[in-house]
Structure formats: structure tokens, C-alpha cells
């Protein structure tokens, strides 16, 4: 990957070096030469660096096929070529080619490109996305749950896909054929291919929503653009494009705190009765639980009734999205709510900016523990490797398959190790174990529990009952569950 991402740099940022100057020694027929060069390496660059070495050797035959014929025909019969170029590349005939190829490749050339934001804040930005996705859930639902949306999407997004292609292809045909009359604002068509690639994109990650939002705000160059090219008088064309951009700016900023409003906390709720407290924890955090930046810990505790507390949680899960905090739970307790919250280890400042918040929220005094938890000790303890948390999560996440219309057995699955292999040995007497070799250890041994059984909550509690109190009478250790069909 890094040597796939040195290359691609290098040629862009070459392009870009060699973009003034050639502005400044090539005539205008040079000029529309070299941009027209530099954008088509601009795009098989981009199409090395996110699609891998087969998709880009497919792509170059498809360009020189094209290229020759727009060469070698005359101007008149270039749009029907186009037409027929650009349902080349939609519809790939070289796919058989490229799947051969892609055996035959080691996974650096393949594979998608995949950049991760890790920095020592990645915790948090694997959360937030983990949170959008939520918030986008009840769209991909439809994906599965409702064919006529499936279709839709499917058609939308290849019919977008077709118009980029055909518009990029249009646009450099264009600009071939009048390089002695070369204008800048032939370009212009490339804006539109890129916004419309983007919708694309959005159209086939998000959904018709978010699309549509993309949409707008790319509207308004577009607008700008044409009332400068319009024959109004300067005063009004000007007067008109400051307003375009004036709307264009609020637009996108409301659009960017909206973006931060767009909060969701998906919980495994239970009661413990144990702790004796109603509990919501974070389904999103289960993935993150151990981190090695976030072990700033923070407990607070305020004397509201749940009610009072639901109607603000929105701001508050608002305020953690804007100051990179974690919300892992918040529980409910006779009188008193309390919110569990991790912050990064250098975020001491924002533990106690967040207790004034609170503050200010309720109108009252709360009170605030702060600690270092870099093993997870105290969530386990009070909610990862409870019981009732346990269940709680397999039942909501075998909920999840009956939403999505799977209806099928199920497999839980726990991972869970021992320290002595006597103890594993009368474990594995009662529940069928297999070993896992690469999580094991000299001083702990690791293996999962695989438990068919049919999606109904009363026998997925009682399944993993049986199998937590095996663990106990065996000094067996829970590490995690999941649910496959």
C-alpha cells in the first residue's frame, strides 16, 4: 500500500509542479495538450491508487481503444463513439481479463486502498464512525428489507456513474477538437463530472438523503458560474453572484453543523439487579473497549429523574461529538443518573469542561470521579463482562438479523481462556470448544464456543447462562460474543 501511495503522490505532485510552467512557456495549443495529458494521468492515477493494478491495466486498454477512434474518425461520428466508449467502460468486457489478472497478483497491487486516521486519537474516530453508520442504518436496512429501494439505488448509481464517464469523455473530446481556440472554461464540464461521480459515491455509502444535501451545496458554483457567463448587467450579475455566494456559504455552514448534530447511542438496555440500576451501554463503544489512548476515565453523577435526563441527552451526546468524549453508558439509579465517559489521557482540561457543561445543563452541582482505566478494568466490571450485559448484546444483536429479515439459526459465539489446561479440559466435557492458537498464550489458553440455536431471546439467555455458568465452576475467563447466521 505505501508503495502504491509514494508512486501516486509523486505523479500528482509532479503534475502540479509542471502546471505553472507550463502556463507560462506553452502556447495556447500546449496548454490544452498538457491539461488534457495531465488530466487523464490524473485519473488513472487515482484509479491505481484506490482500485489496484488490474482495474488500471483494464482501464489503459479501454483509454487507448477510445483514444485511437476518437483519433482516427472524423468529428461527426466522435458522439456516437462516445456513447459506445463510455458503455465500454460501464460495462466491462474485460472483466474475465481482470480477475485473471488479480489472482495472479500479490495483494499490495489488488487490494482497495485503505487509509485509517490512526494518531492517538483514533478510538474516537472509529467511534464516530461506527455512530454514523447507526445513523444511516434505518437506509441500509431498507437494502435488504425492501427490493424496489435495492433496485433504485442500484439503478441511480449506475445511471450517475454512466453520465460521469460519458461527460469526461465528451469534455476531452471537446477540448481536443478546439485546441487552436483552447478556453479555460471548457473545464468547467470537469466540476460536474466530479460532483457527479461524488453523488455517486454518496448515493451508493449513504443513501438518497445524503445525496440529495450533496447536491445542493454543489449547486451553487454551478449558479455563480452561469451568472457571470449570463448577459446581465455587471452591477446586477455581480449584486447576484455575492448573493449566490453569501447563500452558498451559510448553506454549507449549516449543512456542517448539522453534520455534528447527527448524533445516534445505540444501547444494550437491561437491568442489573446485581447493581440494582437500570443500565444503557454504548453498543457502538463494544468494538473499542480496548484502546491504549482513551483511559481517561469519568464518572458523574446527577440527581435528576430519567425523564429530565432523556430530553437532554441529545445536546450532551451533541457535546461529546464536537470534543472527541466518548460516551460509554449512562445508567439509571433511584434518584441519580450516572454517565460513564472516556476521554483521551491528555484530555484532563475537557474531563472537567464537561463537568461544567453538565452543570450548566441540569442548573446543579455534580458530582465527578476521574481515573486512569488503561485495562478497562472498571468497565468490565461494571458492564462488559456482566451477565446481563452479555445476553443483552447477543439478543440485540440476533434482533438485528430479524430486522434485516434474516430468518435463519444462529450461531453465539464466545471467546473466552483459561489459565490451567486441566480446567479447560473439564470445560471442554460439557461445551464443544475450538482452539485459537493465535490468541493464546504460555500463561492463558484461548478458545471459542460455538452455540447453534434458534433467534429467540428466551433460549439465547438460557444458552449462554449454561454456558457463563460453566465458566465460573471452571475459572474460565469471558472475553467476548458475537452472533453469526
Given at each position: 500500500?505505501?508503495?502504491?501511495?509514494?508512486?501516486?503522490?509523486?505523479?500528482?505532485?509532479?503534475?502540479?509542479?509542471l502546471?505553472?510552467?507550463?502556463l507560462?512557456?506553452?502556447?495556447?495549443?500546449?496548454?490544452g495538450?498538457?491539461?488534457?495529458?495531465?488530466?487523464?494521468?490524473l485519473?488513472?492515477?487515482?484509479?491505481y491508487?484506490f482500485?489496484?493494478?488490474?482495474?488500471?491495466?483494464?482501464?489503459?486498454?479501454?483509454?487507448?481503444?477510445?483514444?485511437?477512434?476518437?483519433f482516427?474518425?472524423d468529428?461527426?461520428?466522435?458522439l456516437p463513439?462516445?456513447?459506445?466508449?463510455?458503455?465500454?467502460?460501464v460495462?466491462n468486457p474485460?472483466?474475465?481479463?481482470?480477475?485473471?489478472?488479480?489472482?495472479?497478483?500479490n495483494?499490495e497491487?489488488?487490494?482497495?486502498?485503505?487509509?485509517?486516521?490512526?494518531?492517538?486519537?483514533?478510538?474516537f474516530?472509529?467511534?464516530?464512525k461506527?455512530?454514523?453508520?447507526?445513523?444511516?442504518?434505518?437506509?441500509?436496512?431498507?437494502?435488504?428489507?425492501?427490493?424496489?429501494?435495492?433496485?433504485?439505488?442500484?439503478?441511480?448509481?449506475?445511471?450517475?456513474?454512466?453520465?460521469?464517464?460519458?461527460?469526461?469523455?465528451?469534455?476531452?473530446?471537446?477540448?481536443?477538437?478546439?485546441?487552436?481556440?483552447?478556453?479555460?472554461?471548457n473545464?468547467?464540464?470537469?466540476?460536474n463530472?466530479?460532483?457527479i461521480?461524488?453523488l455517486?459515491?454518496?448515493l451508493?455509502?449513504?443513501?438518497?438523503?445524503?445525496?440529495?444535501?450533496?447536491?445542493?451545496?454543489?449547486?451553487?458554483?454551478?449558479?455563480?458560474y452561469?451568472?457571470?457567463?449570463?448577459d446581465f448587467?455587471?452591477?446586477?450579475?455581480?449584486?447576484?453572484?455575492?448573493?449566490?455566494?453569501?447563500?452558498?456559504?451559510?448553506?454549507?455552514?449549516?449543512?456542517?453543523?448539522?453534520?455534528?448534530?447527527r448524533?445516534?447511542?445505540?444501547?444494550?438496555?437491561?437491568?442489573?439487579p446485581?447493581?440494582q440500576m437500570?443500565?444503557?451501554a454504548?453498543?457502538l463503544?463494544?468494538?473499542?473497549?480496548?484502546?491504549?489512548?482513551?483511559?481517561?476515565?469519568g464518572?458523574?453523577?446527577?440527581?435528576?429523574?430519567?425523564e429530565?435526563?432523556?430530553k437532554?441527552?441529545?445536546?450532551?451526546?451533541?457535546?461529546?461529538?464536537?470534543?472527541?468524549?466518548?460516551?460509554?453508558?449512562?445508567?439509571?439509579?433511584?434518584?441519580?443518573?450516572h454517565?460513564?465517559?472516556?476521554?483521551?489521557?491528555?484530555?484532563?482540561?475537557?474531563?472537567?469542561?464537561?463537568?461544567?457543561?453538565?452543570?450548566?445543563?441540569?442548573?446543579?452541582?455534580?458530582k465527578?470521579?476521574?481515573?486512569?482505566?488503561?485495562?478497562k478494568?472498571?468497565y468490565?466490571?461494571?458492564?462488559?463482562h456482566?451477565?446481563?450485559?452479555?445476553?443483552?448484546?447477543a439478543?440485540s444483536?440476533?434482533?438485528?438479523?430479524?430486522?434485516?429479515?434474516?430468518?435463519?439459526?444462529?450461531?453465539?459465539?464466545?471467546?473466552?481462556?483459561?489459565?490451567?489446561e486441566?480446567?479447560?479440559?473439564?470445560f471442554?466435557?460439557?461445551?464443544?470448544?475450538?482452539?485459537?492458537?493465535?490468541?493464546?498464550?504460555?500463561?492463558?489458553?484461548?478458545?471459542?464456543?460455538?452455540?447453534?440455536?434458534?433467534?429467540?431471546?428466551?433460549?439465547?439467555?438460557?444458552?449462554?447462562?449454561?454456558?457463563?455458568?460453566?465458566?465460573l465452576?471452571?475459572h474460565?475467563?469471558?472475553?467476548?460474543?458475537?452472533?453469526?447466521?
Amino acid at each position: 500500500m505505501k508503495r502504491r501511495i509514494a508512486i501516486a503522490g509523486s505523479l500528482t505532485i509532479l503534475i502540479f509542479i509542471l502546471m505553472p510552467l507550463a502556463l507560462i512557456l506553452l502556447n495556447l495549443r500546449g496548454q490544452g495538450i498538457f491539461m488534457i495529458s495531465a488530466i487523464v494521468t490524473l485519473v488513472f492515477v487515482g484509479i491505481y491508487l484506490f482500485g489496484g493494478v488490474p482495474k488500471l491495466i483494464v482501464a489503459v486498454i479501454y483509454g487507448m481503444l477510445t483514444f485511437m477512434f476518437l483519433f482516427f474518425l472524423d468529428e461527426a461520428y466522435h458522439l456516437p463513439f462516445l456513447i459506445v466508449g463510455t458503455l465500454i467502460f460501464v460495462l466491462n468486457p474485460l472483466s474475465t481479463f481482470e480477475t485473471y489478472l488479480t489472482s495472479k497478483m500479490n495483494d499490495e497491487d489488488v487490494l482497495p486502498i485503505r487509509f485509517s486516521l490512526r494518531g492517538s486519537y483514533w478510538p474516537f474516530f472509529n467511534y464516530q464512525k461506527e455512530m454514523k453508520n447507526f445513523y444511516h442504518l434505518p437506509q441500509a436496512r431498507k437494502l435488504y428489507t425492501k427490493k424496489w429501494y435495492l433496485h433504485t439505488r442500484q439503478i441511480t448509481t449506475l445511471s450517475l456513474i454512466t453520465m460521469g464517464i460519458f461527460l469526461f469523455l465528451l469534455g476531452l473530446s471537446n477540448i481536443a477538437n478546439t485546441l487552436d481556440n483552447f478556453s479555460w472554461f471548457n473545464f468547467f464540464v470537469f466540476y460536474n463530472v466530479i460532483i457527479i461521480f461524488l453523488l455517486a459515491f454518496m448515493l451508493f455509502k449513504k443513501g438518497f438523503t445524503s445525496t440529495f444535501r450533496t447536491f445542493v451545496i454543489s449547486l451553487f458554483l454551478p449558479v455563480i458560474y452561469l451568472i457571470f457567463r449570463s448577459d446581465f448587467p455587471d452591477p446586477l450579475k455581480y449584486t447576484l453572484a455575492a448573493s449566490m455566494f453569501f447563500i452558498g456559504l451559510v448553506v454549507s455552514t449549516v449543512e456542517l453543523i448539522k453534520f455534528y448534530q447527527r448524533v445516534a447511542y445505540d444501547s444494550y438496555h437491561y437491568y442489573d439487579p446485581d447493581l440494582q440500576m437500570e443500565v444503557f451501554a454504548n453498543a457502538l463503544f463494544e468494538p473499542l473497549v480496548y484502546n491504549e489512548t482513551f483511559i481517561l476515565s469519568g464518572h458523574y453523577q446527577i440527581k435528576v429523574k430519567p425523564e429530565v435526563f432523556q430530553k437532554v441527552l441529545h445536546d450532551i451526546l451533541v457535546y461529546a461529538n464536537l470534543f472527541k468524549i466518548i460516551i460509554t453508558a449512562y445508567t439509571f439509579s433511584k434518584d441519580t443518573v450516572h454517565i460513564y465517559a472516556d476521554f483521551h489521557e491528555k484530555d484532563h482540561k475537557r474531563a472537567e469542561k464537561f463537568k461544567t457543561f453538565l452543570e450548566a445543563k441540569f442548573k446543579m452541582g455534580i458530582k465527578a470521579d476521574m481515573y486512569e482505566d488503561p485495562n478497562k478494568e472498571v468497565y468490565e466490571k461494571m458492564f462488559f463482562h456482566r451477565p446481563e450485559y452479555i445476553i443483552t448484546r447477543a439478543q440485540s444483536l440476533a434482533g438485528l438479523l430479524k430486522e434485516l429479515e434474516i430468518k435463519t439459526r444462529i450461531i453465539i459465539s464466545l471467546i473466552i481462556y483459561f489459565e490451567l489446561e486441566e480446567e479447560l479440559e473439564e470445560f471442554s466435557n460439557e461445551f464443544p470448544v475450538s482452539r485459537l492458537e493465535d490468541l493464546s498464550e504460555e500463561d492463558y489458553l484461548t478458545v471459542r464456543v460455538d452455540l447453534p440455536s434458534i433467534n429467540v431471546d428466551y433460549m439465547i439467555e438460557a444458552k449462554i447462562r449454561e454456558v457463563l455458568l460453566g465458566l465460573l465452576m471452571h475459572h474460565g475467563k469471558f472475553v467476548r460474543i458475537s452472533v453469526y447466521y
